[in-house]
């Protein structure tokens, strides 16, 4: 029956990876679509959404079969618990590349306001946080969770460099307004996917260490 309950949290995680897997293609299209003003990458990201609504449908009914069937304790408790989280900042990740790519098509419409180099750095950046915070998970590594919260500055930094940069041209020439905005809000999304990874090392750091380590990340091992 243990070999059995195994096999469920191998699938479990599968499929958490799979989700994963999905969101980053996501964000790394919806910023393609902006830095190509490729409109069909868009579609893209709009029909691989359905992919991840449905992993996240599937995976939350497994675990809450789970916890009533097998009711476990200590460690696989955690496990679980945190599971359901991962499995809804990778649902909540997806949602932000949907965002972008919805304002993306709003900037398509206008010429290009700027060349963009920290919007792209920001998102290989989040993308780079979502897959090794899922390693982190996969291996429980609690080090490399460590090192994903860590990360999460450098998306900070991005985020209100980006912010100053376009609120500059916005002060210089109000017919760039909208499309700044716009961009700032692309730039948000890609920092809210920096807090989600964040989030799932924490998780993991969870599950690793059994402590809840939110609000003072500053206590690395």
Known sequence: MERHFDEELKDLRKKLLQMADTAQEMIGLA????????????????????????????????????????????GDLRLLTAILKINNDLERVADQAVNISETVLFLLKEPPLKPLIDIPQMAVLAQQMIRNSLEAFVREDAALAHQVCNDDDEVDRLNTQVFRELLTFMMENPKSITRAVDLILVSRNLERIGDHATNISEDVIFIVEGKNIKHHLQENP
């Open 31 to 74: 910023v393609k679509a902006l830095v190509e003003r490729k409109k069909e990458l868009t579609e893209k990201v709009f029909s691989l959404e359905d992919a991840v609504n449905h992993l996240e449908i599937e995976i939350e009914e497994e675990v809450l079969r789970l916890l009533a069937l097998r009711q476990p304790i200590a």
